[in-house]
């Protein structure tokens, strides 16, 4: 009886009691798999969307993206002026960088924006859903969060980014090649956030970006960064102050998390070729996932 030969070694068809294997006869040989060798994604010359990009933790990204090499369409809602300073910062690099308008709570805006920007760069490489929408409710208040706060923060939150990662795919696919990074919350691992919509948005983003990474696998990848209470951006400034104290009191470094680790991570996530369909809290020791 052959054995089969394997990367590892030759290996005999039997089971560990030494009796055949089903289905294996005594004169097989079978070739070792094909394995595809793990390398890291370049970035330099591809193309990122960022969504949310005119904001504190957009810019943030943006920048990222830009030095190591990549050019960025950034989007705004009603920052325009925000965003071209970020398309500035971003050719300051010696980068291509253009701002374009999105309401990611509309049913059709994602898919012109992303058309547009395929149209405009050529290509599209990374798609970085960090766009949100959130209001301060405290969780006992149930009565202010009525359906049309609810209805607008996952049309947003949730709707939004899964339409705008189908409408990337289909490029990505085209190109055997493609990462999304979904920006979620802590709040949506732990229950504590600006009110029971936004922690259940980002709850359902995690899920989300582990069912297209099954989707997309094996040229997409798809992965999730959970950022704690980011001190001094406009979103953190809508926290009731109840809950920016429980953050900081309950993270283990007493402190709010780096914009800048938050963008490296981003950056990680669309140069690696083995990860997929994970969350990574950063979140200064706020919960363990």
Request: charged fraction near 20%.
């Amino acid at each position: 009886m052959e054995c089969i030969g394997l990367a590892d070694g030759p290996i005999c068809p039997t089971d560990p009691a030494g009796r055949h294997a089903p289905g294996l006869s005594d004169n097989l040989t079978v070739a070792a798999p094909y394995i595809k060798e793990a390398s890291e994604l370049e970035l330099a010359g591809r193309v990122a969307l960022v969504t949310g990009g005119s904001g504190d933790l957009g810019s943030t990204i943006c920048r990222a993206l830009a030095r190591n090499g990549m050019d960025v369409a950034v989007t705004f809602v009603g920052e325009k002026e925000r965003a071209e300073q970020t398309v500035a910062e971003v050719k300051s690099s010696g980068c291509r960088a253009w701002a374009l308008h999105l309401d990611q709570s509309s049913a059709t805006m994602p898919d012109e924006v992303v058309a547009s920007t395929v149209e405009h760069f050529g290509r599209l490489d990374v798609l970085v859903n960090n766009a949100a929408w959130n209001t301060g409710i405290p969780f006992p208040d149930l009565e202010t969060l009525n359906a049309d706060v609810w209805d607008r923060m996952y049309a947003t939150n949730l709707r939004g980014p899964y339409l705008l990662a189908r409408a990337a795919a289909r490029t990505m696919r085209a190109q055997e090649v493609g990462r999304i990074v979904n920006i979620a919350s802590v709040g949506g691992l732990y229950p504590a956030a600006s009110s029971i919509a936004y922690a259940s948005t980002k709850a359902a983003l995690v899920h989300l970006t582990r069912c297209l990474a099954v989707a997309l696998a094996p040229n997409v990848l798809v992965n999730c960064i959970a950022p704690g209470l980011i001190e001094g951006t406009r979103m953190a400034k809508r926290l009731p102050p109840p809950v920016v104290e429980l953050a900081l009191a309950r993270a283990l470094l007493h402190k709010g998390a780096s914009p800048d680790d938050i963008a490296e991570q981003v950056v990680t996530f669309c140069r690696t070729d083995t990860t997929t369909g994970q969350v990574v809290p950063i979140d200064s020791g706020f919960v363990f996932n």
